[in-house]
C-alpha cells in the first residue's frame, strides 16, 4: 500500500518517487512540532500514536542535512529532525482549487508562541554547540597527550609522505644513477627552502651536501603509502563483495618476471571500476603462481576467491600458454570463476595469441615489433610514403590503407586483413629505413629483422590462413565489444559461428586450396619463393625431398592446426555457462524491448543462484521487472546498458535484479562505460613507457597508476610511527635492517 505525504500542496506517494517517507514521531512533544509546522488543523486532534502510526511527511519537508543515508537500501532521520520546509501558498494561485489537506489559518497568538518556542530552541542550539566545542577543546583524560616532539615527528612525516606522493603522481624515480637519493633529496631542499618549517627543524642541523633519508628509510615510505593506497581499493571490494580477476602482460623488474594484477568490481555507487593492486612474481611455474595469486587474495588482502566471478589475462608470446593453464586451475577450484577474454583486448587477436604454434607466434611478435616500430612519427612517416608507392595506379586505395593504419591498428579486429594489404609497402618501408643513415644502428638492425621474418614463405602464409580463419569470429569479436545489446545479439549468434567453424573443418581439403593459392600469388607480389622451412627439410633427411610438397606441408602444420585450435579456444572460452550469463543482459531494459520483451531470464540465472538475496521469488521479481518496462509511458526511454540501469532510482525495488546485475558486470568481457583511455591498464603502460626501465619501481608505478585513489596522511603517519617507532634505537636499528633486506629482495 502506498504511502502518501501529509504536507499541505504535496501530493506525492511512495510508489511514484524515490523520496524517503517518515513517520511522525511517538514522542509526544515532538509530534506536537511536526503538526504545528505542518499547518493541518485536522491533525491537531489526533494523538502522537494515531499519526504515527497513519501519517508520514516526505524527505522534501526536511533540511538534507537532517537525513542520512546509513545504506543503499536504509534512509533515517536524525533524532533531533524538525520538518521545516512547506509550500503554504501554491493553492492560492487557484482558488477553485479543493484539497482536503486544509491549511490552518494562524491568529496572533499562535505566531506569538512558534516565535517564541523557536527562540528558546536557538539559545538551546547555541549553548549545546559552545559546550561541544569547550569538550573538544578540553583534553580528555583518557586519551593520551602528544609531546611537542611528538606533534613535530608528525608534521615532519606529512611533509615527507608528501613529497613521496608527489614524485610518484609525477612519475619521477627516487633515485637516478648512481646518487640513490637525487630527486627525493633535491625536493626536500626544494620544500625546506620554500618554508616547510617542519622539514627544517628536522633537517636544520644536517649538512645540504648529506643525504637526508637511506634508501631503507625512503622504501619504508615507499611501502607504507603503496599500502595505504591499496587498502582505500580494498575496502570497496570487500563492500560490495563480488569482483573478477585481470591479470597484464609480464613486466621485468630486477632481472625477474612479475604479472601486473588487476581486480573489476562495482562501487556502491553502482560504477564499475578496474584498479591496478600490484606485481605478483613468477618464476614459471603456473602451480606457484596460483598459490601466489589466491594467497595474495585471501591470506593478504582479506578477499574470498568464492566471490570472485571472472578472469581475463592478457599474456601474449609463450606465456599465453601459461596463463590459460592458470585459469582453467583456478576453475577447476572456482567454476564461477568464468575465464574470458578482456574487453580492452580483440577478440582475434585473443585466439591468435593463445594458440600454441611456433608459426603463428612468430606473426603475433612480429605484430607488436611493428607497432613498437610504426610508434615513431618518422617511421609512420616513411610507411605512409611507401603505401603511395605502392599504391601509384590505384592512389585511391593507397589513401584508404593510409587513412586505415592508424595508430593502434596491429591491435584491431581485422588486422590480419590489413596486414595482407600492406605487407609488401611495409617491407619496402623497412628496407628504405634499413639503408637510411639517419636512424639509429638499433632501429636498423631491428627493421632488418622484422623484413627477414615478413619476407618468409611461411610466415605470410600463415597471415593468409590466420585471416580465412578469423573472419568466421571477426563479427562476433566486434559485437563483444559493443554496446550492451551488441552483447547480447552475439551471445545468441555464438552457435552460427561455430557451425561455420565446424563446416571448414569438414571440408579442409577444399578450404586449404583456396587459401594455399592465395598466399602463393601474395608470395609472387612480394617476389618471395615458395619454399618449406630449412628446419623441417633438416628433419626429414631420410625422405625423398622432391616428394614434399609445400602445400602439404602447410595443411598438415599451419592449416589444420589453426583450424583446430580457434575451434577449441572458443568452446573453452565460451563455455554454456560463459553463454548463458551473457544472454542474462535481457534483464537490461533495453535489450528486453529490442526483444519485444520475449525473455527467459530465469534459464539462465541458475549459476548465480546463491548470489541472489531472495533467490525463491526470483521469477515473481523477473515478471514484475518485465512488466515495469512493457507497459511504460511512451515518455519513458529504455536504459541500454547495466550502468545506466543500476543508476535507475527503483532498481532498489527490485533486490534480485540489482544484484543480478552487478555481479553480470564484473565480467572481463563487458566494457567500461565512460573514457576508456584512462583505464588502470592504460595508466600501467603509460608509467612503463615514461620512465627507464632501470628506474622501473613496483611500489613508485602502483602510486602512479593510482594516483586519483584518496589516501589519508593522517593514516600514514599512524601507521609509520606504529612500524618504526624512533623512540626505540634498537627498534629503529631492527626495522632498518628488515628495510634494507626488503629493498635487496626488490
Known amino acids: ?224 603509502c603503496e599500502n595505504t593506497v591499496r587498502e582505500e581499493m580494498l575496502m570497496e571490494v570487500r563492500e560490495n563483495r563480488f569482483f573478477s580477476l585481470i591479470t597484464g602482460d609480464f613486466v621485468e623488474f630486477g632481472g625477474l618476471k612479475h604479472l601486473p ?130 599504391y601509384k595506379e590505384n592512389p585511391e586505395r593507397g589513401a584508404a590503407l593510409k587513412q586505415a593504419c592508424v595508430p593502434g591498428w596491429t591491435e584491431q579486429h581485422a588486422v590480419f586483413d590489413l596486414l595482407l ?77 561455430v557451425h561455420s567453424l565446424n563446416e571448414v573443418n569438414d571440408n579442409i581439403d577444399v578450404y586449404h586450396e583456396y587459401w594455399f593459392e592465395e598466399a602463393v600469388n601474395m608470395a609472387s607480389v612480394m617476389e618471395i619463393p615458395v619454399k618449406l622451412p630449412r628446419l623441417y627439410l633438416r628433419k626429414q633427411q631420410a625422405a625423398e625431398v622432391g616428394e614434399i610438397q609445400a602445400e602439404a606441408y602447410l595443411k598438415e602444420y599451419v592449416t589444420v592446426p589453426i583450424v583446430s585450435g580457434v575451434m577449441q579456444e572458443v568452446e573453452d572460452m565460451f563455455s554454456e555457462t560463459s553463454i548463458n550469463a551473457l544472454k542474462s543482459l535481457s534483464l537490461v531494459p533495453a535489450v528486453m524491448g529490442h526483444v519485444k520483451f520475449n525473455t527467459s531470464e530465469e534459464s539462465h540465472t541458475e549459476v548465480y543462484q546463491s548470489d541472489l538475496p531472495s533467490a525463491d521469488t526470483l521469477s515473481a521479481e523477473l515478471h514484475c521487472w518485465r512488466i515495469k518496462w512493457k507497459h511504460r509511458g511512451k515518455e519513458v526511454r529504455l536504459p541500454t546498458s547495466i550502468h545506466e540501469t543500476l543508476q535507475l532510482p527503483d532498481v532498489k525495488f527490485f533486490p534480485n535484479v540489482n544484484a543480478f546485475l552487478r555481479v553480470l558486470s564484473t565480467l572481463p568481457l563487458l566494457k567500461i562505460e565512460g573514457d576508456n583511455t584512462n583505464t588502470a591498464s592504460n595508466r600501467l603502460q603509460a608509467y612503463l613507457s615514461t620512465v627507464p626501465p632501470k628506474q622501473w619501481d613496483k611500489c613508485l608505478a602502483m602510486l602512479s597508476v593510482n594516483a586519483h585513489v584518496k589516501h589519508d596522511l593522517d593514516i600514514m603517519v599512524d601507521k609509520y610511527c606504529r612500524l618504526y617507532p624512533e623512540d626505540d634505537p634498537e627498534a629503529e636499528a631492527e626495522s632498518e635492517e628488515a628495510a634494507e633486506d626488503d629493498v635487496e629482495k626488490k
Open 1 to 224: 500500500m502506498p504511502n502518501f505525504c501529509a504536507a499541505p500542496n504535496c501530493t506525492r506517494k511512495s510508489t511514484q518517487s524515490d523520496l524517503a517517507f517518515f513517520r511522525f514521531p511517538r514522542d509526544p512533544e515532538r509530534c506536537r512540532i511536526w503538526v504545528e509546522n505542518c499547518r493541518r488543523a485536522d491533525l491537531e486532534a489526533k494523538t502522537a500514536d494515531q499519526l504515527n502510526k497513519h501519517y508520514r511527511l516526505c524527505a522534501k519537508h526536511f533540511d538534507p542535512a537532517m537525513v542520512c543515508k546509513t545504506s543503499p537500501y536504509r534512509t533515517v532521520l536524525k533524532d533531533t529532525a524538525i520538518p521545516t520546509i512547506f509550500d503554504l501558498t501554491s493553492h492560492l494561485k487557484n482558488p477553485h482549487t479543493r484539497h482536503r489537506k486544509r491549511i490552518k489559518e494562524l491568529t496572533d497568538e499562535d505566531i506569538k508562541k512558534i516565535k517564541e518556542r523557536r527562540l528558546a530552541s536557538s539559545i538551546d542550539q547555541l549553548m549545546s554547540k559552545k559546550d561541544a566545542a569547550a569538550k573538544e577543546d578540553k583534553p580528555s583524560e583518557d586519551e593520551p597527550q602528544m609531546s611537542t616532539e611528538e606533534k613535530e615527528l608528525r608534521e615532519y612525516l606529512r611533509s615527507t609522505f608528501e613529497v613521496v606522493l608527489m614524485l610518484a603522481k609525477q612519475n619521477i624515480p627516487l633515485a637516478t644513477g648512481e646518487d640513490q637519493s637525487n630527486n627525493f633529496q633535491a625536493l626536500l631542499e626544494y620544500r625546506i627552502n620554500a618554508g616547510d618549517e617542519a622539514l627544517r627543524k628536522r633537517f636544520e642541523a644536517t649538512a645540504v651536501n648529506t643525504e637526508y633519508l637511506t634508501a631503507a628509510q625512503q622504501h619504508q615510505l615507499l611501502d607504507i
Open 261 to 390: 594484477l588487476f581486480l573489476r568490481y562495482v562501487n556502491q555507487q553502482n560504477f564499475l571500476k578496474e584498479e591496478f593492486l600490484d606485481f605478483l612474481p613468477f618464476d614459471g611455474d603456473e602451480c606457484s603462481l596460483v598459490e601466489k595469486l589466491e594467497a595474495h587474495l585471501t591470506e593478504r588482502w582479506g578477499l574470498s576467491m568464492e566471490d570472485c566471478r571472472g578472469q581475463g589475462h592478457k599474456a601474449t608470446g609463450s606465456f599465453t600458454t601459461k596463463m590459460k593453464a592458470v585459469a582453467l586451475m583456478l576453475m577447476e577450484k572456482y567454476p564461477l570463476a568464468l575465464h574470458m577474454p578482456c574487453s580492452t583486448t580483440a577478440l582475434n587477436i585473443h585466439l591468435a595469441n593463445n594458440l600454441p604454434f611456433p608459426n603463428v607466434q612468430i606473426v603475433m611478435e612480429t605484430l607488436r615489433r611493428i607497432h613498437v616500430f610504426l610508434s615513431n612519427p618518422l617511421t609512420q612517416d616513411e610507411f605512409e610514403k611507401s603505401i603511395s608507392s605502392h
Open 421 to 497: 594489404d600492406v605487407l609488401a609497402p611495409l617491407v619496402l618501408c623497412m628496407d628504405a629505413v634499413h639503408q637510411n643513415g639517419t636512424f639509429t644502428s638499433g632501429v636498423r638492425e631491428d627493421v632488418y629483422s622484422i623484413s627477414e621474418t615478413l619476407a618468409d614463405f611461411e610466415t605470410v602464409a600463415t597471415i593468409v590462413i590466420l585471416k580465412n580463419v578469423l573472419i568466421f569470429t571477426r563479427a562476433f569479436g566486434r559485437n563483444l565489444q559493443k554496446d550492451t545489446i551488441d552483447v547480447f545479439c552475439a551471445a545468441t549468434s555464438l552457435t552460427a559461428v
